[in-house]
């Protein structure tokens, strides 16, 4: 039960950390409604679950050269960007709500996947979560306490994801197009910043301790990607 807890909480902190996962989710349940803002965060946990495994699982020790955490920050420093100058000229686009709603759902669900997958942070975050256990007092994690752990973390990924995108949806029912087109630019903005942060990162630090790895417990990987 203290590794489920734990691992509840972490999950929590990790989610609701803002970044490039939230505004998108944002810029997405501001025209397509609960669905669209839920497939993004559904989407993010499809990342978030792929380098939790490889993390908990040690593998992402192996993920640490600069390798790696090079083209992975290009790329998503890149395809934020890309969100940058989508979300910008997008705000400028007259919506409906209820139009081509599986169609955006699908985008939403491919965005938050590739959001989470790119972001060098989320790599950096999971493969020091290998160890994350021993804080725990366990030296010795067995296969039960990994899954444990995954388990609670992704309970409280699910239920972030659903609050997100119900409450986002909420806010924007019965926004007009002035403040849609608002939070478009706004999330325009914030995708840029996130995109020079992200390059910054790459270029401050050098050698095996490239892309800094905060403790768990203050910093999640939404805060550049999630």
């Known amino acids: 039960m203290t590794i489920l807890f734990a691992a509840f909480l972490l999950g929590l902190v990790f ?27 559904i989407g993010s946990l499809v990342g978030d679950a792929t380098w939790a495994v490889l993390g908990l699982m040690g ?18 420093a890149a395809y934020l960007i890309w969100l940058s100058w989508d979300s910008w000229k997008a705000a400028s686009i007259a919506f409906s709500v209820n139009e081509n709603q599986d169609e955006k759902a699908r985008s939403g669900l491919k965005s938050g996947v590739i959001l989470s997958l790119t972001n060098p942070q989320n790599l950096a975050y999971w493969a020091a979560l290998g160890s ?21 973390f992704m309970i409280a990924s699910v239920t972030w994801a659903v609050f997100c995108a119900a409450a986002i949806d909420r806010i924007f029912k019965k926004a007009g197009q002035k403040w849609v087109a608002l939070t478009y630019r706004l999330c325009a903005v ?14 401050s630090h050098s050698g095996p301790s490239a892309l800094h790895v905060s403790p768990p417990a203050i910093q999640g990987p939404n805060l550049a990607a999630d």
């Open 15 to 41: 989610n609701a950390t803002p970044g490039a996962v939230f505004a998108e989710t944002v810029r997405r349940g501001a025209t397509g409604g609960f669905k669209a803002a839920l497939a993004v965060q």
């Open 59 to 76: 593998v992402g020790l192996l993920l640490q050269v600069d390798a790696l955490k090079w083209p992975v920050g290009l790329v998503g």
């Open 132 to 152: 994350a256990l021993g804080a725990l007092g366990i030296a010795d994690p067995s296969m039960q306490d990994y899954a444990t752990f995954f388990s609670g």
């Open 190 to 203: 914030m995708f840029m910043l996130l995109a020079v942060n992200t390059v910054r990162e790459l270029f």
